[in-house]
């Protein structure tokens, strides 16, 4: 967590993209839906100056992010009708609900404990937070300037996805995700299976379209738009069209309770028969539905035999939602709250077969809670079965009329007090339906419904245990009571081996009926992945744009049936449709001084910021090694900077330095290490030159370690006026496993910086040291997050440039001088006497892991001695000599060619020096 905040009351400019360095505003730009003011999202839907949001100290895993772009969603519509309930509930005392449950954005502050993500990384934000649906059920929605989530809702863009624009991923999570939830594990879509979706080519109905086609089913659409979906079907996301314009309206509706079938099916027959014409003669195998009991029973009638229907809503026309849901099986009407099923995420499963085998397929684990309708011999098949299975059993049945089949239960093993007596339960057939044609609560609903499923609920509890509700509930057909069963058969459990509560019914047919919700972390990772593989799309003529403001309108088109694309989308902070989010990412860096570019041989990117150059080498498939072209580049810009204070006649009065990648740099490029003595110390003294040159600049430089900083990563890091490291960082000097000695600086800056034993144990055993220790023994200066580096790399530039900070002048010499009793100390020891008297191996020994290691620390010894005795400048000489020659010795060379064999032994744990 950074301090950036601004104090100022002024929002930060919409369309304006974040970069790194720019302070937070303590205000934003928000849409807003105020309490007691419900209506068209057109009308009651505003935006207006809201709290920035910010971390907390007990953020740690948490990040800030900026959005670039968000969309609408019929959650957002919901709120702003306050249906099916009010989005201000009982006990909440806020006043203001900012909505939006998709977007994009650009993380720019962090929580001490996010690893996943980093500052100036794009992310597309998770609308579930594991309990609920941002900006539905809690207030803080994601139409807005900024947001704060979770760290694991924020999921990085992956490299395939950097080249798309935000708008086009910005409102895809929640659309996506809850149609893969749908599509691939509710439906279980084959190859070969004919799917119907409704919605007719927009919002879900995209989405899932194209994952059935993506599973090689046929898919047909219902919708009213022909234009929208003849597109899609030339784009090769669907296959057939049914336009609901053309049946009358009788066709539709919820089934009357004193309609018969064969008089229902007259009036529907034109429904199914439009389904045959689009799917070559047959009914459909799966159907994805969320448009409620208007179109609910069309749609059971339209499944052929052994036909599943998952749905996820029931929004109705006009989102006034339409709960009560009807269907015919076997000529009985069924009845049943949607929200109990779709919510809760329950199944019912028709089934033909023995009692046996629907338990099995219901997948029943033992020890399970299980519910029995009746005590007649239909429900004793099920009893037998499920005490087969261990199962906790309670049975409802009438005392009256039931009583000799009811004393066979008992003998069966149920106690008498897990009956309960169906003559003392109220049970309508039927129930009301839980909204007014207005979408109003429906006053009725609770007395002639509710009242009387809550009270069997709790009967149950007495069974089974307080709030403890049935696995499976045994249903049948000769009695409508399915409402009471999908009300108390257990809500979804993705950590259950049984995740769904479930009904099933003995039946003459197969018929499945499934619930579905939200998606979880795994299914949106998988879309993240099918959209990176290109086997989902959002292309940008599939987005309808707007602003931030404009969101009431995109809302408002959703709302009347008229939106003419598949999705809409805001741009908040982007600055303009198409841009790439690898261009957002690269401006949050600051302005584009040198862009690297490693096939074209350019390794050194660097971008500007309020006159702090941000200077990034680039071989990432290198770890950042140091080559000459490298090293060579570093040499100009170091030269250009100490001749004028200028990069490309930019003022720069402070630089920061780190590394492309998962390293800041792993080392000098070993393949450097090849020819003659005077060639290779040749490049060690280019290397030394550099570093020089670069500690004695002007402006303070501040070297970011993020990752490996070993051997010349090191030396390098150590000019530096300042040294910031990470959790992920790893120093040291591991050049005794190559047989050679440091030879870029590290054995004169080291011994002076923290001290010639800690130096002469770090460079003899060739161990690095992690982040902390590094602090500990001096040398670097600073820890921060990995999160936050960057960030805190600025802050700490701009500290030296305001002069709150000063560059410490290093007199190295002076420093040896007070550390000659520590260095006399050191070589008075044993093991280092041991170790100086060691013998150069003969070729033939070159191999010997311990006689080469003492030949190198030997030689590591020499050189701190040698710099030492005749002082800081004359060491660094001796130290790019030598290294020339100890690198091109067989020795050196043996153990160079092992380590780019990947030879294990060469990178094996040895200490010589405890």
Same mark, same amino acid.
């Given at each position: 967590?950074?301090?950036?905040?601004?104090?100022?009351?002024?929002?930060?400019?919409?369309?304006?993209?974040?970069?790194?360095?720019?302070?937070?505003?303590?205000?934003?730009?928000?849409?807003?839906?105020?309490?007691?003011?419900?209506?068209?999202?057109?009308?009651?839907?505003?935006?207006?100056?809201?709290?920035?949001? @910010?971390?907390?100290?007990?953020?740690?895993?948490?990040?800030?992010?900026?959005?670039?772009?968000?969309?609408?969603? @019929?959650?957002?519509?919901?709120?702003?009708?306050?249906?099916?309930?009010?989005?201000?509930?009982?006990?909440? %005392?806020?006043?203001?609900?900012?909505?939006?449950?998709?977007?994009?954005?650009?993380?720019?502050?962090?929580?001490?404990?996010?690893?996943?993500?980093?500052?100036?990384?794009?992310?597309?934000?998770?609308?579930?937070?594991?309990?609920?649906?941002?900006?539905?059920?809690?207030?803080?929605?994601?139409?807005?300037?900024?947001?704060?989530?979770?760290?694991?809702?924020?999921?990085?863009?992956?490299?395939?996805?950097?080249?798309?624009?935000?708008?086009?991923?910005?409102?895809?999570?929640?659309?996506?995700?809850?149609?893969?939830?749908?599509?691939?594990?509710?439906?279980?879509?084959?190859?070969?299976?004919?799917?119907?979706?409704?919605?007719?080519?927009?919002?879900?109905?995209?989405?899932?379209?194209?994952?059935?086609?993506?599973?090689?089913?046929?898919?047909?659409?219902?919708?009213?738009?022909?234009?929208?979906?003849?597109?899609?079907?030339?784009?090769?996301?669907?296959?057939?069209?049914?336009?609901?314009?053309?049946?009358?309206?009788?066709?539709?509706?919820?089934?009357?309770?004193?309609?018969?079938?064969?008089?229902?099916?007259?009036?529907?027959? %034109?429904?199914?028969?439009?389904?045959?014409?689009?799917?070559?003669?047959?009914?459909?195998?799966?159907?994805?539905?969320?448009?409620?009991?208007?179109?609910?029973?069309?749609?059971?009638?339209?499944?052929?035999?052994?036909?599943?229907?998952?749905?996820?809503?029931?929004?109705?026309?006009?989102?006034?939602?339409?709960?009560?849901?009807?269907?015919?099986?076997?000529?009985?009407?069924?009845?049943?709250?949607?929200?109990?099923?779709?919510?809760?995420?329950?199944?019912?499963?028709?089934?033909?077969?023995?009692?046996?085998?629907?338990?099995?397929?219901?997948?029943?684990?033992?020890?399970?809670?299980?519910?029995?309708?009746?005590?007649?011999?239909?429900?004793?098949?099920?009893?037998?079965?499920?005490?087969?299975?261990?199962?906790?059993?309670?049975?409802?049945?009438?005392?009256?009329?039931?009583?000799?089949?009811?004393?066979?239960?008992?003998?069966?093993?149920?106690?008498?007090?897990?009956?309960?007596?169906?003559?003392?339960?109220?049970?309508?057939?039927?129930?009301?339906?839980?909204?007014?044609?207005?979408?109003?609560?429906?006053?009725?609903?609770?007395?002639?419904?509710?009242?009387?499923?809550?009270?069997?609920?709790?009967?149950?509890?007495?069974?089974?245990?307080?709030?403890?509700?049935?696995?499976?509930?045994?249903?049948?057909?000769?009695?409508?009571?399915?409402?009471?069963?999908?009300?108390?058969?257990?809500?979804?459990?993705?950590?259950?081996?049984?995740?769904?509560?479930?009904?099933?019914?003995?039946?003459?047919?197969?018929?499945?009926?499934?619930?579905?919700?939200?998606?979880?972390?795994?299914?949106?990772?998988?879309?993240?992945?099918?959209?990176?593989?290109?086997?989902?799309?959002?292309?940008?003529?599939?987005?309808?744009?707007?602003?931030?403001?404009?969101?009431?309108?995109?809302?408002?088109?959703?709302?009347?049936?008229?939106?003419?694309?598949?999705?809409?989308?805001?741009?908040?902070?982007?600055?303009?449709?198409?841009?790439?989010?690898?261009?957002?990412?690269?401006?949050?860096?600051?302005?584009?001084?040198?862009?690297?570019?490693?096939?074209?041989?350019?390794?050194?990117?660097?971008?500007?910021?309020?006159?702090?150059?941000?200077?990034?080498?680039?071989?990432?498939?290198?770890?950042?090694?140091?080559?000459?072209?490298?090293?060579?580049?570093?040499?100009?810009?170091?030269?250009?900077?100490?001749?004028?204070?200028?990069?490309?006649?930019?003022?720069?009065?402070?630089?920061?330095?780190?590394?492309?990648?998962?390293?800041?740099?792993?080392?000098?490029?070993?393949?450097?290490?090849?020819?003659?003595?005077?060639?290779?110390?040749?490049?060690?003294?280019?290397?030394?030159?550099?570093?020089?040159?670069?500690?004695?600049?002007?402006?303070?430089?501040?070297?970011?370690?993020?990752?490996?900083?070993?051997?010349?990563?090191?030396?390098?890091?150590?000019?530096?006026?300042?040294?910031?490291?990470?959790?992920?960082?790893?120093?040291?000097?591991?050049?005794?496993?190559?047989?050679?000695?440091?030879?870029?600086?590290?054995?004169?800056?080291?011994?002076?910086?923290?001290?010639?034993?800690?130096?002469?144990?770090?460079?003899?055993?060739?161990?690095?040291?992690?982040?902390?220790?590094?602090?500990?023994?001096?040398?670097?200066?600073?820890?921060?997050?990995?999160?936050?580096?960057?960030?805190?790399?600025?802050?700490?530039?701009?500290?030296?440039?305001?002069?709150?900070?000063?560059?410490?002048?290093?007199?190295?010499?002076?420093?040896?001088?007070?550390?000659?009793?520590?260095?006399?100390?050191?070589?008075?020891?044993?093991?280092?006497?041991?170790?100086?008297?060691?013998?150069?191996?003969?070729?033939?020994?070159?191999?010997?892991?311990?006689?080469?290691?003492?030949?190198?620390?030997?030689?590591?010894?020499?050189?701190?001695?040698?710099?030492?005795?005749?002082?800081?400048?004359?060491?660094? %000489?001796?130290?790019?000599?030598?290294?020339?020659?100890?690198?091109?010795?067989?020795?050196?060379?043996?153990?160079?060619?092992?380590?780019?064999?990947?030879?294990?032994?060469?990178?094996?744990?040895?200490?010589?020096?405890?």
């Amino acid at each position: 967590m950074t301090n950036l905040t601004n104090n100022s009351d002024t929002c930060l400019l919409l369309g304006l993209p974040p970069v790194l360095g720019s302070a937070i505003p303590e205000r934003m730009k928000a849409l807003t839906i105020h309490r007691n003011d419900y209506g068209p999202p057109g009308q009651v839907i505003r935006m207006e100056s809201v709290p920035t949001p @910010y971390l907390r100290e007990n953020d740690a895993g948490r990040v800030l992010v900026a959005i670039l772009a968000s969309g609408p969603n @019929y959650n957002t519509n919901f709120a702003a009708l306050g249906l099916p309930v009010p989005v201000f509930g009982r006990g909440d %005392s806020a006043t203001i609900h900012i909505p939006g449950s998709d977007a994009l954005g650009i993380v720019v502050d962090a929580g001490s404990g996010v690893t996943r993500v980093k500052v100036g990384q794009a992310v597309i934000l998770d609308s579930w937070t594991g309990r609920n649906i941002r900006g539905y059920e809690t207030h803080d929605g994601f139409n807005a300037q900024f947001a704060v989530v979770d760290e694991v809702r924020a999921i990085p863009i992956p490299e395939p996805l950097q080249n798309h624009s935000p708008e086009s991923l910005a409102a895809i999570l929640l659309t996506y995700g809850t149609a893969y939830r749908a599509i691939i594990e509710r439906l279980k879509v084959r190859p070969g299976d004919s799917v119907l979706i409704m919605g007719g080519g927009k919002g879900t109905s995209f989405a899932g379209a194209q994952l059935a086609k993506a599973q090689g089913a046929r898919v047909i659409l219902v919708g009213s738009n022909p234009v929208l979906v003849n597109s899609l079907i030339s784009r090769g996301l669907a296959d057939a069209f049914v336009d609901r314009r053309a049946f009358d309206p009788g066709v539709f509706g919820v089934i009357d309770q004193n309609l018969s079938r064969a008089q229902w099916e007259t009036r529907t027959e %034109s429904f199914r028969q439009a389904v045959r014409e689009a799917n070559k003669g047959r009914l459909v195998d799966k159907i994805f539905e969320h448009t409620g009991g208007a179109n609910f029973p069309l749609l059971i009638s339209a499944l052929a035999p052994g036909g599943t229907l998952a749905f996820f809503g029931a929004t109705g026309k006009g989102l006034k939602g339409e709960y009560k849901e009807t269907f015919f099986y076997e000529g009985r009407r069924f009845v049943m709250d949607a929200r109990w099923v779709w919510m809760r995420q329950k199944q019912i499963l028709f089934r033909r077969g023995s009692a046996e085998h629907i338990l099995e397929a219901a997948g029943l684990p033992p020890g399970r809670r299980v519910l029995i309708w009746g005590a007649d011999r239909y429900a004793r098949h099920f009893i037998r079965a499920a005490l087969k299975r261990s199962a906790q059993v309670a049975v409802i049945a009438s005392q009256t009329r039931e009583k000799k089949d009811i004393s066979l239960v008992i003998r069966m093993g149920i106690p008498s007090g897990h009956i309960l007596d169906r003559d003392g339960l109220v049970l309508p057939a039927d129930m009301p339906d839980p909204l007014t044609e207005k979408g109003e609560p429906n006053p009725v609903y609770g007395p002639e419904y509710m009242r009387h499923a809550q009270a069997l609920g709790k009967a149950l509890w007495n069974i089974f245990g307080p709030r403890q509700n049935p696995d499976l509930v045994v249903e049948r057909t000769d009695q409508s009571t399915l409402h009471f069963s999908t009300f108390v058969v257990r809500d979804f459990d993705e950590n259950d081996v049984l995740p769904c509560g479930t009904v099933v019914v003995r039946g003459k047919s197969d018929l499945t009926i499934r619930g579905s919700h939200m998606y979880g972390s795994t299914q949106a990772a998988d879309v993240i992945r099918l959209l990176s593989s290109g086997t989902l799309v959002m292309e940008q003529e599939d987005l309808e744009i707007t602003d931030l403001a404009g969101i009431a309108g995109l809302q408002q088109k959703m709302l009347d049936g008229v939106m003419k694309k598949p999705k809409g989308v805001a741009l908040v902070q982007a600055d303009r449709p198409g841009r790439t989010i690898a261009d957002y990412e690269s401006t949050f860096r600051g302005e584009a001084v040198m862009i690297a570019d490693p096939a074209q041989n350019r390794l050194i990117d660097i971008r500007l910021i309020k006159e702090v150059a941000l200077v990034t080498l680039s071989r990432p498939e290198a770890l950042n090694a140091l080559n000459d072209a490298l090293v060579s580049q570093l040499k100009d810009l170091v030269q250009e900077v100490a001749d004028h204070q200028f990069i490309s006649n930019r003022p720069v009065k402070a630089m920061i330095i780190t590394g492309a990648g998962r390293s800041f740099v792993a080392g000098a490029d070993v393949n450097a290490f090849r020819g003659s003595p005077e060639i290779i110390g040749a490049f060690a003294h280019k290397n030394i030159t550099v570093f020089s040159d670069l500690e004695k600049l002007p402006i303070p430089v501040i070297t970011l370690i993020d990752g490996f900083g070993l051997g010349g990563g090191n030396e390098l890091a150590m000019s530096a006026h300042y040294r910031i490291v990470t959790e992920n960082a790893r120093l040291g000097q591991p050049e005794v496993k190559l047989g050679i000695i440091p030879g870029y600086g590290g054995l004169q800056r080291l011994p002076r910086l923290i001290g010639p034993s800690k130096a002469a144990e770090l460079c003899i055993n060739g161990e690095p040291i992690d982040a902390f220790s590094a602090l500990e023994i001096g040398l670097v200066d600073e820890f921060a997050p990995s999160a936050t580096a960057l960030t805190r790399a600025f802050i700490v530039a701009r500290q030296f440039i305001e002069g709150q900070r000063l560059i410490t002048p290093k007199d190295w010499d002076i420093r040896g001088e007070k550390q000659l009793e520590e260095l006399k100390a050191l070589l008075s020891r044993p093991e280092i006497r041991e170790i100086l008297a060691a013998p150069t191996p003969r070729q033939s020994e070159a191999g010997d892991l311990r006689a080469a290691r003492m030949a190198s620390a030997r030689d590591t010894l020499a050189a701190i001695q040698y710099g030492y005795e005749h002082g800081f400048e004359e060491g660094l %000489s001796n130290d790019a000599v030598l290294f020339g020659r100890i690198a091109a010795s067989p020795g050196g060379q043996e153990w160079i060619d092992r380590f780019l064999a990947k030879d294990p032994l060469q990178s094996s744990f040895l200490t010589l020096l405890p």
